[in-house]
T-cell receptor, first 114, second 109 residues
Framework: NAGVTQTPKFRVLKTGQSMTLLCAQDMNHEYMYWYRQDPGMGLRLIHY???????AKGEVPDGYNVSRLKKQNFLLGLESAAPSQTSVYFCASSFRLGSAYEQFFGPGTRLTVL | GQSLEQPSEVTAVEGAIVQINCTYQ??????LSWYQQHDGGAPTFLSY????GLEETGRFSSFLSRSDSYGYLLLQELQMKDSASYFCAVSSGYSTLTFGKGTMLLVSP
């Protein structure tokens, strides 16, 4: 099992450009999450999904959109990138209702917006 | 909302014992999790406490006091490889976690 994978690993964007980050998991987990991590700020939840076809906002959703068309994939989109979105983005998954305390993380995507 | 407080940095020497504290304020509480993150890596799950008391997993133990809104992670027989950031996180519902800002542990020879 590959666990949680993220594509790409690194990306540099110019202000105003758009991009999509892809997260895939092969553990048949129901719940998937997108976090951003900035120095000294810990992990902050952007959006999450409790099942195929569902999404919900987290703590810092502005400037991002997500989709969960297939159970194993969770996409994070930036429609018009801003320098404030320079961060490390982590995707995570958890098995089912009541197991959100144990999340499995991907290796991260390091995004720089110039 | 939720807020969590943990020290920003802790230092210790190999073989020692170190305790990382976490206090939280949350509108609802189901449990406290701990995660480890090595520099540049993915966070990995260490432990979870839903009830008061101590949970032991090898060299690591985690404690929770729900009445005090307080928990800690105890690392024994420290090794150089334990140098990492440690995050506490609260479950205030069934779906999500709220993470603290992390404690950087530096283990020296």
């Amino acid at each position: 099992n590959a666990g949680v994978t993220q594509t790409p690993k690194f990306r540099v964007l110019k202000t105003g450009q758009s991009m999509t980050l892809l997260c895939a998991q092969d553990m048949n987990h129901e719940y998937m999450y997108w976090y951003r991590q900035d120095p000294g700020m810990g992990l902050r939840l952007i959006h999450y999904s409790v099942g195929e076809g569902t999404t919900a906002k987290g703590e810092v959703p502005d400037g991002y959109n997500v989709s969960r068309l297939k159970k194993q994939n969770f996409l994070l989109g930036l429609e018009s990138a801003a320098p404030s979105q320079t961060s490390v983005y982590f995707c995570a998954s958890s098995f089912r209702l009541g197991s959100a305390y144990e999340q499995f993380f991907g290796p991260g995507t390091r995004l720089t917006v110039l | 909302g939720q807020s969590l407080e943990q020290p920003s940095e802790v230092t210790a020497v190999e073989g020692a014992i170190v305790q990382i504290n976490c206090t939280y304020q949350t509108s609802g509480f189901y449990g406290l999790s701990w995660y480890q993150q090595h520099d540049g890596g993915a966070p990995t799950f260490l432990s979870y406490n839903a009830l008061d008391g101590l949970e032991e997993t090898g060299r690591f133990s985690s404690f929770l006091s729900r009445s005090d809104s307080y928990g800690y992670l105890l690392l024994q027989e420290l090794q150089m490889k334990d140098s990492a950031s440690y995050f506490c996180a609260v479950s205030s519902g069934y779906s999500t976690l709220t993470f603290g800002k992390g404690t950087m542990l530096l283990v020296s020879p």
